[in-house]
């Protein structure tokens, strides 16, 4: 009966044994992830701020194009504009006389 009962209870001892290595196993795993996942994330991070750079006097030149191609336009409707004045300033103001005149 008493060797009954120490079996139970070294059962019961290399039970608790073995969930206890589980358990460590268990959060060893779960630091591990955790570990892993933070070395992604600052690879990712690390890659993506190489492509920026990388990637930056590339951008800034497009744009840069981009505006000298807008300022090309605004001056040449600028022009239009100032040349459509020279040409029609008097016209206009008549115009505008007459109508305020008759109004």
């Known amino acids: 009966m008493q060797n009954m009962v120490k079996e139970i209870v070294d059962m019961d001892r290399r039970a608790r044994?073995?969930?206890?290595?589980a358990q460590q196993e268990k959060i060893n795993s779960e630091k591990e992830v955790a570990a892993k996942r933070e070395e992604i994330r600052e690879d990712y991070l690390k890659r993506a701020r190489e492509r920026i750079a990388l990637n930056e006097p590339k951008?800034?030149?497009?744009?840069?194009?981009?505006w000298k191609l807008v300022q090309a336009r605004?001056?040449?409707i600028s022009a239009q504009l100032?040349?459509?004045?020279?040409?029609?300033a008097d016209?206009?103001?008549q115009e505008l006389a007459k109508r305020?005149?008759?109004a």
């Open 17 to 21: 044994e073995i969930t206890e290595a």
């Open 59 to 66: 951008e800034r030149e497009a744009a840069e194009n981009a």
């Open 74 to 76: 605004q001056n040449e």
């Open 82 to 88: 100032d040349a459509q004045y020279a040409e029609n």
């Open 91 to 93: 016209r206009w103001a």
């Open 100 to 102: 305020v005149l008759e």
